[in-house]
C-alpha cells in the first residue's frame, strides 16, 4: 500500500519528528499562522502537506556541520605528526 500523497498536521508533525527530529503540530500551526513554516496546501479547510515541502522546509533550519574546538585541535595535532 502506498503512503498518502497529503499529511494532515498532526501526521506532518509526526513526520518531521521523525525524520528530523524537531517540529511539532503546535509549531507547523504556528508558522502557518505568522509565517516562516513550510508550504501548505487546503484541502476542503484541512491543512496537508507534502513531504517534499517538509524535507525541503527542514532543511534549511539545520546548519551546516561544526566541529568543535577539541576537534579542530586534535585534526591539527594529526596533521603534525610525521
Do not use: N
Request: aromatic share 10%; net charge positive; charged share 20%.
Amino acid at each position: 500500500m502506498s503512503e498518502a500523497k497529503f499529511l494532515r498536521r498532526a501526521q506532518a508533525g509526526e513526520y518531521l519528528q521523525r525524520t528530523f527530529g524537531f517540529c511539532t503540530a503546535k509549531s507547523l500551526a504556528h508558522y502557518a499562522a505568522r509565517g516562516g513554516g513550510p508550504a501548505y496546501r487546503k484541502a476542503g479547510g484541512v491543512v496537508v502537506y507534502t513531504r517534499e515541502d517538509l524535507d525541503a522546509w527542514a532543511l534549511t533550519k539545520i546548519g551546516q556541520p561544526a566541529v568543535t574546538a577539541a576537534g579542530h585541535r586534535a585534526m591539527a595535532t594529526e596533521g603534525d605528526a610525521p
